[in-house]
């Protein structure tokens, strides 16, 4: 199985700082259809996952531009231009290219 | 509106056995493929099970052989049959859309205890 490797596992952030998470990956995620299936979802406390961008950078509906995702091959990052304290919760990467679909580890962002 | 609501979960002693449900509505499921995905208290998430349009079925090691995945094209409602529950096996588990090798809808899922 692919294993999707987070950094950092715990990211303390000030209000209206950025913030980066790393996802790498065991093995490149590139699929045979020239696609890559990289997934970014947020988990507020107490609620769902919730999917912020798939394919390394497409935000879905209803997400705030301050989220972007970039990276290729093996090393992808998710960036939050300036936090806010609705972003608290923990961030999962997941790749879609290699079945079974795995997720990284979590990382947990909270408020400085 | 797309809608998933899973029932069924509760405290259950190891070696029972539960059915859980999952409704959808704002989609088919028999024309989706579908996922079954845990978090154990405190812990990151784990597919569990899927299942595929064309109902071919799929299983984590560490379910396979005691789980059962199915669908009810009539109630459009996707199931997970537990058997011979664990204490490892609790959690919550949520069902979730799989569309486009990425799991875009999810559930707001049901919490399995597996406890004497």
């Known amino acids: 199985d692919v294993v999707m490797t987070q950094s950092p596992l715990s990211l303390p952030v000030t209000l209206g700082q950025p913030a980066s998470i790393s996802c790498r990956s065991s093995?490149?995620?590139?699929?045979?259809?020239?696609?890559?299936?990289l997934n970014w979802f947020q988990q507020r406390p107490g609620q769902s996952p919730r999917r912020l961008i798939y394919?390394?950078?497409n935000r879905d509906s209803g997400v705030p531009d301050r989220f972007s995702g970039s990276g290729s091959g093996t090393d992808f990052t998710l960036k939050i231009n300036r936090v806010e304290a609705e972003d608290v919760g923990v961030y999962y990467c997941?790749?879609?290219?290699?079945?079974?679909?795995?997720f990284g580890q979590g990382t947990k962002l909270e408020i400085k | 509106e797309v809608q998933l609501v899973e029932s069924g979960g509760g405290l259950i002693q190891p070696g029972g056995s539960l059915r859980l449900s999952c409704a959808v509505s704002?989609?088919?499921?028999?024309?989706?493929?579908m996922i079954w995905v845990r978090q154990a208290p405190g812990k990151g998430l784990e597919w569990v099970s899927f299942?595929?349009?064309?109902?071919?079925?799929y299983y984590a090691d560490s379910v396979k052989g005691r789980f059962t995945i199915s669908r009810d094209n009539s109630e459009n409602t996707l199931y997970l049959q537990m058997n011979s529950l664990r204490a490892e096996d609790t959690a919550l588990y949520y069902c979730?859309?799989?569309?486009?090798?990425?799991?875009?809808?999810w559930g707001q899922g049901t919490l399995v205890t597996v406890s004497s």
């Open positions: 979730a859309r799989a569309y486009w090798r990425s799991l875009d809808y």
């Open positions: 997941m790749q879609g290219t290699h079945w079974p679909y795995t």
């Open positions: 093995q490149s995620l590139v699929h045979s259809d020239g696609n890559i299936y």
């Open positions: 704002g989609f088919t499921v028999s024309s989706n493929y």
């Open positions: 394919k390394i950078s």
């Open positions: 299942i595929d349009s064309g109902g071919s079925t």
